[in-house]
């Protein structure tokens, strides 16, 4: 890991960067610096997100045009040009009732939620705390089977008790390599996806389909669900406000998400 110290620009063919934590700031804004920057970046720009589909409004309604998103952390990839899910790759029903079963036994007080419908819906047991997002396509259980009831691009878990830390570690211990367990919110909440799904392997799968190779992609994120993408990627930046994690795995560190660390390092990057 080194600090703030952008390589030669020529090189690079698309950036990569996560939203929350990253590119926008903690008031779920995108400064007018990133959003200058964003739009004299020479080379496609795409959002590699935890955040389910219908989640990017929030986004685009910020930018003069939608980026191109890899979802769900990688389990499902978006083109919004056309409002087309270009490809998903959801945990199977099978997969989803052996999990389950494996976590409520595992931790007592566990609540569980599905993103399902490609991540346009959640379903989530009554002991999950909705924090902000109330429409009809967020809607309480009727029964626990709902749940494992149809493929998920994502199962969350929560724990009202446990340190975040240590319940990711639990989680993942518990799952084995059967799914793929991470993390991008400062609680107790862990985002489960089917084995080989993360943020790395989506992008990888869109930049194949555009003929770019994992050394011409720059990459930002915050959290440890994005230690796969800064990993895959050719240069794998970390916001000044990053996990410890991430920064261990990152070739830079940048200024944080509320200081435009995103639009400085590309400023810088690209010569603009």
Request: hydrophobic content about 45%.
């Amino acid at each position: 890991m080194g600090s703030f110290r952008p390589a030669a620009s020529g090189s690079f063919r698309l950036v990569a960067s996560d939203i929350d934590g990253t590119l926008i700031t903690s008031e779920r804004t995108l400064s007018p610096r990133t959003l200058d920057v964003l739009g004299r970046v020479p080379v496609p720009v795409v959002v590699v997100t935890g955040r389910p589909l219908r989640w990017l409004s929030q986004l685009y309604d910020q930018l003069p045009a939608p980026l191109p998103a890899v979802c769900a952390n990688g389990a499902v990839i978006y083109d919004p040009h056309t409002d087309e899910v270009l490809r998903a790759s959801p945990l199977p029903v099978d997969l989803l009732l052996e999990v389950t079963k494996s976590l409520r036994d595992t931790v007592p007080d566990i609540s569980l939620a599905v993103e399902v419908e490609d991540g346009r819906a959640f379903l989530h047991e009554e002991t999950w705390t909705i924090r902000w997002e109330h429409d009809h396509r967020v809607r309480v259980i009727a029964t626990p089977e709902e749940l494992t009831s149809v493929p998920a691009v994502k199962l969350l878990a929560r724990s009202s008790t446990a340190d975040p830390d240590d319940f990711l570690a639990l989680i993942s211990q518990t799952l084995g390599d059967r799914a793929e367990a991470t993390r991008s919110s400062s609680s107790a909440l862990v985002e489960i996806s089917a084995a080989g799904v993360t943020k790395a392997a989506g992008l990888a799968w869109f930049c194949e389909r555009e003929g770019i190779t994992a050394d011409q992609v720059v990459a930002f994120g915050d959290m440890p669900n994005d230690i796969p993408l800064l990993s895959w990627a050719g240069r794998g930046v970390a916001v000044g406000n990053a996990h410890p994690a991430l920064r261990a795995v990152a070739d830079d560190v940048t200024g944080t998400n509320d200081a435009d660390g995103v639009a400085d390092y590309l400023s810088s990057l690209f010569d603009l």
